[in-house]
């Protein structure tokens, strides 16, 4: 029901920035919790940043500081501004979304997932 395309990865050198957006669609929804995840070779999958609906976030340890987690309501969109990037940063970072539908039924829905890559 609920779509959402990640998009903004790419090659980047250590030091670097980069901005990713994930942009959700579909039939009549309401986002509630909004995420981003990222998984390495070889490693599981780990909670980067969240935001709630009315803009309260949270952060991985590993990321603190350095990362942006932030929403625009209005357009669907959620976006991680990721600064400093250090190699140990590359992954592929899915994004993450807890919704209600049309009948207020909570749902879940995840991104395709875009490559980040932090080396030189």
């Known amino acids: 029901q609920v779509q959402l395309v990640e998009s903004g990865g790419d090659l980047v050198r250590p030091g670097g920035s980069l901005r990713l957006s994930c942009a959700a669609s579909?039939?009549?929804?309401?986002?509630?919790?909004m995420g981003w995840y990222r998984q390495a070779p070889g490693k599981q999958r780990e909670l980067v940043a969240v935001?709630?609906?009315?803009?309260?976030?949270n952060y991985a340890d590993s990321v603190k500081g350095r990362f942006t987690i932030s929403r625009d309501n209005a357009k669907n969109t959620v976006y991680l501004q990721m600064n400093s990037l250090k190699p140990e940063d590359t992954a592929v970072y899915y994004c993450?979304?807890?919704?209600?539908?049309?009948?207020?039924?909570?749902?879940?829905?995840w991104g395709q997932g875009t490559q980040v890559t932090v080396s030189s």
């Open positions: 993450n979304a807890d919704y209600l539908d049309f009948w207020f039924r909570k749902k879940g829905s």
């Open positions: 579909g039939s009549t929804f309401r986002l509630n919790d």
């Open positions: 935001i709630t609906r009315d803009g309260n976030t």
